[in-house]
């Protein structure tokens, strides 16, 4: 019997692509690897992980997987861009659905969902840099919509526990800066021309129709992911029952939950904790936390993302508004200020080859103005430091 070997090419390229996908977890697992090195395991590693945030967070991937099983976002997102007649008030649907969606289905799970439907529709045009824009806006009414609810964001999830935020202290937190960023996603949106959006009858989704029975059954689900994690209801009780219920239900929707980002998230765990036990360290963020929280949360996000700013710096300060608050805005900025924003760079750059750079520079032309309108709303209008 012949055996196969693999052709070291594909093997490489199938790397290559791994490593394009989970960038964000191998730099969290290299620098998890150099804490350890710093600080052996013992017992006190116990401590460093939050299992209600993982716990939260899977059961979130999870419905949400089974309900993107039954095309339920895809059709429910193509008959509201159907009725739409222009490219102003398509750009206005597809921005509205991912910020809605990022509330619901977490930032970077919008994004996989509803940047597809916006190539779909914008495809049309032929113009690079209203599929840019639309791109562009989905991407930080994805990074901003889900600023308002616990699992809208990961970091969110994380500091929701962490701090033992009370749900209703959570969202008047949050409502002001959400409130501005609905305002400006809007004003930018009315930028766009108001040309006639032609959307073939193929591309209306006419054909496919919900299963009535399992949408309502994933829907009760992803009421008790919700109940979940506003602690309703026991972690250990809800994922008992969403594992049950899936193993019956759609086994697959388990295989494709993003069990890289919860390892990430383990990752993080460790880096943080481990560095919180370092006295320069530990020196060094308590002192500028103490100046201004929300300006050092803002400019960690640029350098390393706002997930492991958010586990880092709450190890070391009290003040969650404003590390909250931070961590959210912070989202915006550079491209990998968030990992939402890194998913929409991908997206593009595989319908635009060679378009890098200009994508780039209008990002960042966008995100700058959002971060520097947001930051100077929080700092003086809110009084947030």
């Not at 201004?292 to 400019?299: E, P």
Request: proline share 4%; net charge positive.
């Amino acid at each position: 019997m012949e055996i196969k070997r693999e052709n070291p090419a594909s093997r490489q390229t199938r790397i290559a692509a791994f490593v394009r996908k989970n960038t964000v977890l191998l730099i969290a697992l290299a620098l998890a690897v150099l804490s350890i090195a710093l600080v052996p395991p013992d017992e006190a590693y116990a401590g460093y992980y939050d299992l209600k945030t993982l716990c939260c967070l899977f059961g979130t991937l999870a419905v949400v997987c089974a309900l993107k099983n039954i095309h339920f976002f895809s059709i429910l997102a193509q008959r509201i861009i159907v009725l739409t007649g222009s490219e102003r008030t398509a750009a206005l649907a597809l921005v509205y659905i991912t910020f809605i969606g990022s509330m619901l289905i977490a930032n970077d799970m919008a994004l996989i969902t509803f940047l597809p439907l916006g190539y779909f529709v914008f495809s049309v045009t032929d113009s690079k840099r209203d599929m840019a824009v639309v791109f562009i806006l989905q991407n930080i009414a994805a990074n901003l919509g889900g600023m308002l609810t616990p699992f809208g964001n990961p970091q969110n999830l994380y500091l929701y526990a962490h701090y033992h935020i009370a749900n209703g202290e959570f969202v008047s937190i949050m409502f002001p800066p959400f409130a501005v960023s609905i305002a400006l996603i809007t004003m930018c949106c009315l930028l766009l021309p108001k040309r006639a959006l032609r959307i073939q009858a193929s591309q209306q989704g006419q054909g496919m129709r919900l299963p009535p029975a399992r949408t309502a059954f994933y829907l009760a689900l992803f009421a008790l992911t919700i109940l979940m994690v506003f602690r309703l209801l026991p972690a250990w009780l809800v994922l008992a029952i969403l594992i049950v219920s899936l193993l019956i239900a759609d086994r697959k929707a388990l295989k494709m939950v993003d069990y890289c980002l919860l390892l990430t998230f383990v990752c993080f765990f460790t880096f943080a904790g481990n560095m919180a036990r370092l006295a320069p360290v530990r020196n060094v963020f308590s002192s500028l936390l103490q100046r201004n929280t929300l300006l050092t949360a803002v400019l960690s996000c640029q350098c390393i993302s706002n997930v492991p700013s958010a586990i880092l710096l709450s190890q070391f300060t009290q003040n969650y508004p404003a590390l909250l608050v931070g961590v959210n805005i912070g989202g915006a900025g550079t491209l990998i200020a968030s990992l939402a924003s890194l998913i929409t760079f991908r997206e593009f750059s595989a319908h635009y080859r060679g378009e890098g750079r200009f994508y780039i520079k209008l990002f960042s032309a966008f995100n700058f103005s959002f971060l520097l309108i947001l930051t100077l709303f929080s700092l003086f209008v809110c009084r947030i430091s």
